[in-house]
T-cell receptor, first 114, second 109 residues
């Protein structure tokens, strides 16, 4: 158990819908990272927040957005969902926001868009 | 196109054999990490290498970072069934971690 929690574990929704994925980092960690893992693209970095502020952006679509709240939990919002958005979404956390940093990954949310 | 190319894509060996996984890129990374991921779980960090030419040993696992900081290798000695999993290399630059596609390792008892 990494100490990072993600909810829900599974999510099935239809194209065009909007969903919210939630992540609670390890106690004491200030950084939260979001990743997408699919069979064709592998594990892709989406976005990082450090203590409530956006720190780095990766291959995140405009239809996706994220935020980190004062209690340090984070949410990833996915809208206008397409079939290709079906994937595993991982959240990771670390103490600091720089590099190299040890990131602890949560168990993931499996999103299926039908 | 992956920034980091891993080879081989799949590796199946008998318990007790040795194996090596390679991670190559045309880009220079400030540091490189190796993770192992098991089905239904998130990746777990195995090691971070920072200095070109660095070699780190963790029990039966040996990690090497290339002199030019563009490539790395993971060598497992006397593999055990518990070593089965997806091995991912990941390079750090500009606060971003870029992952390779992974090598699926199966160790048969």
């Amino acid at each position: 158990d990494s100490g990072v929690t993600q909810t829900p574990k599974h999510l099935i929704t239809a194209t065009g819908q909007r969903v919210t994925l939630r992540c609670s980092p390890r106690s004491g960690d200030l950084s939260v990272y979001w990743y997408q893992q699919s069979l064709d693209q592998g594990l892709q970095f989406l976005i990082q927040y450090y203590n409530g502020e956006e720190r780095a952006k990766g291959n995140i679509l405009e239809r996706f957005s994220a935020q980190q709240f004062p209690d340090l939990h984070s949410e990833l919002n996915l809208s206008s969902l397409e079939l290709g958005d079906s994937a595993l979404y991982f959240c990771a956390s670390s103490v600091g926001g720089g590099h190299p940093t040890e990131q602890y990954f949560g168990p993931g949310t499996r999103l299926t868009v039908t | 196109t992956q920034l980091l190319e891993q080879s081989p894509q799949f590796l199946s060996i008998q318990e007790g054999e040795n194996l090596t996984v390679y991670c190559n890129s045309s880009s220079v990374f400030s540091s490189l990490q190796w993770y192992r991921q098991e089905p239904g779980e998130g990746p777990v960090l195995l090691v971070t290498v920072v200095t070109g030419g660095e070699v780190k040993k963790l029990k039966r696992l040996t990690f090497q970072f290339g002199d030019a900081r563009k490539d790395s290798s993971l060598h497992i000695t006397a593999a055990q069934p518990g070593d089965t999993g997806l091995y991912l290399c990941a390079g750090f630059n500009d606060y971003k971690l870029s992952f390779g596609a992974g090598t699926t390792v199966t160790v048969r008892a």
